[in-house]
């Protein structure tokens, strides 16, 4: 688990401002997600990266800015952040060509509250 | 897309009773399938998985079963103990993408 940090662990903004929360593991996996959790919606996927320069959405990207110049570095951007993104932030990776490649590991979260 | 529906949303049990948790996915594609437990504050961390050449596994005192046909799968957690108790979350895998699709998660609260 060490093997995945997030930055910060807990984050308070306010309306408009711009947020980058940081994700970065050193197993050299090929995948990274980011996830939001909020009460009764479980974990929802924001945004995808297969590799270093390819990313994709998922099903609540709006709102949300992502980039992956290097494998190991994930970084989400909030460009102009509402209330309605508070919530608490995971990120998590797997390793295609590893043992368990579908297998996502996470990180230990970022709790932001927008206000 | 993939869309997983998970029951019960909470869940208690007296300790060294059995509890069950249930899920159902959409995609018939879906071919693996994770369990994550998450204790309060902490992150999610898998806990057993199944792929869909498999029945059933079993680990100690947790296994999981799938019924492809019925598009179904489950965690049984038997001889429940307080250090159980958390928040429970099936996934289905959707391939493209190395995408998961999580269920709404099930708290489970095992009482002494």
């Known amino acids: 688990d060490a093997g995945i940090t997030q930055s910060p662990r807990y984050k308070i903004t306010e309306t408009g401002r711009q947020v980058t929360l940081m994700c970065h593991q050193t197993w050299s996996h090929s995948y990274m997600f980011w996830y939001r959790q909020d009460l009764g919606h479980g974990l929802r996927l924001i945004y995808y990266s297969a590799a270093a320069d390819i990313t994709d959405k998922g099903e609540v990207p709006d709102g949300y800015v992502v980039s992956r110049s290097k494998t190991e570095n994930f970084p989400l951007t909030l460009e102009s952040a509402t209330r309605s993104q508070t919530s608490v932030y995971f990120c998590?990776?797997?390793?295609?060509?590893?043992?368990?490649?579908?297998?996502?590991?996470f990180g230990p979260g970022t709790r932001l509250t927008v206000l | 897309g993939e869309n997983v529906e998970q029951h019960p949303s909470t869940l208690s049990v007296q300790e060294g009773d059995s509890a069950v948790i249930k899920c159902t996915y959409s995609?018939?594609?879906?071919?693996?399938f994770p369990w994550y437990k998450q204790e309060l504050g902490k992150r999610p961390q898998l806990i057993i998985d199944i792929r869909s050449n498999v029945g059933e596994k079993k680990d100690q005192r947790i296994a999981v079963t799938l019924n492809k046909t019925a598009k179904h799968f489950s965690l049984h957690i038997t001889e429940t103990q307080p250090e159980d108790s958390a928040v429970y979350f099936c996934?289905?895998?959707?391939?493209?993408?190395?995408?998961?699709?999580f269920g709404t998660g099930t708290q489970l609260k095992v009482e002494l």
């Open positions: 998590a990776s797997s390793g295609a060509g590893t043992s368990d490649p579908d297998t996502q590991y």
């Open positions: 995609d018939s594609a879906s071919n693996y």
């Open positions: 996934a289905a895998f959707t391939g493209g993408g190395n995408k998961l699709t």
